[in-house]
């Protein structure tokens, strides 16, 4: 499987809702009831989604080094 890939179209709904394809929910292991964070740029004009659990391990990773960063920073 490649690392980026384009699943197709979604279309917003009138009550703002998104269907991700299912090409994207199986390839990207998204269950119902899974917690989708809502990420994007106003100035870019893009929209994304990141899975609960890799937004905290994201945050776990930065914060959990955040000392090495600071002594990167430092020098």
């Known amino acids: 499987m490649h ?3 384009l699943f197709g179209t979604a279309t917003v709904g009138t009550k703002g809702q998104v269907v991700i394809p ?3 929910r199986d390839a990207l292991d998204i269950q119902p009831g899974d917690r989708l964070y809502v990420v994007g740029s106003q100035e ?8 609960e659990e890799q937004l905290r391990d ?3 990773h930065l914060t ?8 990167i920073l430092k020098k």
């Open 58 to 60: 994201m945050l776990d």
């Open 64 to 71: 959990s080094n955040l000392e090495q960063y600071k002594d």
């Open 3 to 5: 690392d980026k890939q």
């Open 22 to 24: 299912a090409d994207a």
């Open 44 to 51: 870019k004009k893009w929209v994304g989604f990141i899975k």
